[in-house]
Every structure is written in C-alpha cells, then in structure tokens.
C-alpha cells in the first residue's frame, strides 16, 4: 500500500519550513524537507514582507518532495495573522505586503474609534485591541494611500495569497480572518455593516471558508515547476490556530499556552465571551477548528529573548542561555506586554531602561538579562492563569505548552512555580502537527478534533514539569 503523505508548509517571523508527515502503526511520522530563513525588510520606509521571496522557497520546497520522491496527497500553509495584500482587477498586487510591526498604525485606533467606539467594536467581534490588527491596519492604507483602496479588488491574507497563487482560487481561510477584528463571532462571517461603517470596500472581503476546505488542486503553470499535482486543503491557517489544534488533551476545559515568538496563553469556548470584563481583561475570542473560540491573551513570548540573543550573545545557543540563567539570583522584573517590547531599537537596552524605571537591579550579563525575562515571562503566564480561571469560573489543573517553547525547559519550570500548576510541554512542531492534523481529518485517516488530539498524546513526548504546590 502506498503512504499517503501530506505537506505542511508553516511559515513564521523569522524562518519557514516545509514538512512532511505520514501515518505509520496509529502514530503521526514527521520529516523536515526543506527551511528558509524569513524576517522583515525595509521598503519604501515601511517594514514589510518579501512576499515573492517566500513564494519562491515554497516552490523549492515543493520540488524537493518530488526529488525525494514522496509526493504529497494534499498541503496546506499556516503562517502568522493580521497581514495581507491587495490585489487589482489583474490579480496583480498592489502595494507592498507591510508587516505588523511596522508603525503605520500607531494613530489608527483613534480613526478607527471615530466611526465606532472601541467599547462597540470589542462587542461586536470579541477581538483584542493590538495596534496592528487588520482593521487598523486598512485605516492605515486608507488614510494614508487612499488610492490603493480604490484598485483593489481583492484582500488576501497572507496564506490566502499564496493559496491564490498555487491553485488560481481566492478564499478567506476562518481562523486568519477572525483576526481582522472585521468577522461577527455569531454569524462566523464577515461584519458588512461594520466593514461599510468603516468605509472598506465590501467587494475586497471574499467568501470565508473552514479549515479542512478542499481548495482545489494545484494550477497547470504550478505543476510543471514543482513536478507533481497534489490536493491543496485549508489548515487553520493561522499558526497559533494550528498549534491550538494540536494541544494533545482529552480534557473539556483545557488551559494551553502556544510559545514561540509569541505566547498565546488561554483556553477553548463554544461561544466567544464578548463582555465588557472580557474586554478590560484584554481578551481576545479568535476563531479555531471546528468553530471553537480561542480565548486567549496575546504574550510578548520568546520575541524578547530572541532578540537579546541576537544583540548580546549571537553565537551562544538558547539552551545555553537557560542554564546561564538558571544560575542567576536577579529577580527583577518587567511587565512584558509593555509596548515598548514590540519593537525597540535595542531589545537590550529597553529591558535595562525598564528595570532601571522601576527603581530594580539592572541586569548586565546575558545571563542576567535572560533571567529576568524568563521570570518575568512565567510570573506573568501565572497571572494570566487567574485571569482567565476568574473569567471563566474553571479551575485548570494543568498547563499544557506547546510550540517551540515547549523545549524552553527552564522557563517550563518557572512557570510551574509562579502558577502553581504542573506544566506538560510538547509537541514542539505544534503548528505543523495542527495543519497535518486538519489534512488527515479532511482526508478521512482521522475522524474528527477528539481521535487527532489522542493520536498527537500518542505521536510525541510530552514532558512534564512539577509545581512544588501540586498535591497530587
């Protein structure tokens, strides 16, 4: 019998990667292809995407299947939210694709709140306010480059677009467009009277579809580069979607935390919570698999360390800043949702101005630096645990970390301690395991959410960290 393998291509901030993935004795098989390198680039004075360049890496990840000869039944890409293009009546885009950490938005909430108040805005989508949400992000371009509005026929997000242009068809993929802050969490389609209110083109917004969707297979041009024709199927394609999709429980109510550049820290609803206490807590109601809300509070993450490293210690590995850190009796602390981590000019120097506000020790090693982050990191996942018992009136027995940060075993520990709560950590490729899991499900190998999440608990190792409160 021939292995049915399916392709993920998961693209994040910094790096991207082409992953292959079979079923093999109930257990999910991964396998590494290809990886690229990705990150922000200056244009025309923005930051934005190389959006060709990426495109062009996932051609050459797609030819390396066919060299290796396992050709995929089906693929899909998951990458980062919030970001798009936009496209004319030729389908050519129009503009660069900006990225979200760049200052286009930094007076958009204020034009935004001009046609609807920010208390009705929360209430209507359930969306958490940052600064670079599409909506902003549209009041940037029309403020500021109204004309582009004007052309466009079409916005894609960022994964829609390169769907677009390996199958020819333009869809909007749920999970990424519920980060718009523009999708009714109701109706779980587009908010028209909103979108009018705003002043954006009706006819931009193309249908939304599920995660699992068969968007069709792959165009005649796309084939003769590659070397093969597979089945193109929606994940979510939305990365932290995809990660929260392979959180391996079993439990009803379960509290996770996706880390990686960010820490997405919360938990599954039926119907998202867009009261005004859900709002002053700064929670946000992002659409996942099969209709379940992720309710979750955006973190800094591992953004901060990543870039200390790059700035202090470039040539040392994380594992071995952890143990630096470990060693280290600083306990300083800053608040890592502050906006002034986003994107300082020297992640470093921000940290130490920050403890230095504060009246705290101002760390001076990397190791030093590290601890202070991390511990501030878990001190602030703890807090966020109350949040979101309080809000939800649950009581979570455990944490489950997945994603890159899964491997971050000092910071595991940490946070273990400040919460109180035992951590269970892994898979590290939650996102890629995620996007898999909704092929294999739209395939048929797995029936629904349930059997992937036992196959995930079954597929790879979950470490467990010990809170010294747990009582069990």
């Not at 992000?137 to 109204?146: F, G, S, T």
């Not at 009796?329 to 120097?349: G, H, K, Q, Y």
Request: hydrophobic share 40%; with cysteine; proline share 3%.
């Amino acid at each position: 019998m021939n292995t049915k393998y399916y392709l993920a291509v998961d693209i994040g901030a910094s790096s991207g990667r082409h992953m292959l993935s079979h079923l093999e004795n109930g257990k999910i098989v991964l396998e590494e292809i290809y990886r690229f390198p990705n990150g922000m680039i200056e244009k025309n004075g923005h930051k934005v995407w190389d959006v060709d360049q990426l495109f062009q890496e996932i051609l050459t990840g797609m030819k390396k299947c066919a060299m290796v000869g396992k050709i995929p039944y089906s693929m899909g890409i998951d990458t980062w939210a919030v970001d798009f293009v936009l496209l004319d009546e030729n389908d050519e885009r129009i503009g660069d694709a900006v990225a979200y950490r760049d200052r286009r938005t930094e007076d958009m909430g204020r034009k935004v709140y001009e046609f609807i108040p920010e208390d009705d805005l929360y209430g209507r989508t359930g969306i958490q306010k940052q600064i670079f949400n599409t909506i902003y992000q549209l009041m940037a371009v029309k403020e500021q480059q109204p004309g582009q509005l004007e052309w466009a026929k079409s916005m894609l997000m960022i994964p829609d677009y390169f769907h677009f242009l390996l199958t020819g068809k333009k869809v909007q993929e749920y999970t990424n467009a519920t980060t718009t802050q523009l999708v009714n969490p109701v109706t779980k389609d587009w908010d028209i009277e909103l979108i009018d209110m705003l002043g954006y083109p009706r006819r931009i917004f193309h249908k939304i579809q599920n995660p699992g969707y068969e968007l069709g297979r792959l165009t005649e041009d796309i084939q003769n580069r590659v070397g093969f024709d597979c089945k193109v199927v929606l994940p979510p394609t939305h990365d932290t979607a995809s990660a929260v999709m392979a959180v391996p429980t079993q439990e009803e109510h379960a509290l996770y935390i996706s880390s990686g550049t960010w820490s997405l820290m919360g938990t599954e609803l039926k119907e998202a919570d867009c009261s005004k206490v859900s709002m002053q807590h700064n929670m946000t109601n992002e659409g996942g698999y099969d209709y379940r809300f992720r309710y979750l509070k955006n973190i800094m993450g591992l953004w901060m360390i990543q870039s200390v490293k790059k700035e202090s210690a470039p040539d040392m590995g994380f594992g071995e800043i952890c143990a630096l850190a470990s060693k280290e009796t600083i306990r300083s602390f800053v608040d890592v949702n502050d906006a002034r981590f986003l994107a300082p000019e020297n992640m470093t120097a921000e940290v130490k101005s920050a403890c230095e506000e504060a009246g705290e020790q101002i760390p001076q090693t990397i190791g030093e630096l590290a601890a202070v982050i991390y511990h501030s990191l878990a001190k602030y996942y703890a807090k966020t645990a109350e949040e979101i018992e309080k809000l939800t009136g649950i009581d979570y027995s455990r944490i489950q970390i997945v994603g890159g940060g899964a491997n971050a075993h000092y910071l595991n520990e940490l946070t273990a301690e400040y919460a109180g709560k035992n951590v269970y950590a892994g898979p590290t490729e939650a996102t890629a395991v995620g996007n898999f899991a909704a092929q294999m499900i739209a395939a048929g190998e797995l029936k629904d959410l349930k059997a992937a999440r036992a196959c995930i608990a079954e597929s790879f190792e979950i470490n467990i960290f010990t809170s010294n409160q747990d009582t069990e």
